[in-house]
């Protein structure tokens, strides 16, 4: 199985992975395509960013309803 990615596969991995861990080869693969891709990259911290963004906000609603 090659390690070349395209944009679209790569986006569909980092989706996945959000749910379970990626195999081995698969986590090569987007890496390798993240050191080429800017756009994946900026692709990549924006989910990181929402996934923070949603837990500092249940955390805060779950603070909140908790009075």
Known sequence: MP???T???VTALVL??????LPLVERLAV???LYAC???TRFTGQVKLM?????RWRSYSEESSGD
Do not use: F, G, S
């Open 3 to 5: 390690l070349r990615r």
């Open 7 to 9: 944009c679209k596969q």
């Open 16 to 21: 996945r992975a959000e749910d379970r861990a």
């Open 31 to 33: 890496r390798l395509h």
């Open 38 to 40: 800017t756009a994946c």
């Open 51 to 55: 996934r923070k963004a949603t837990a």
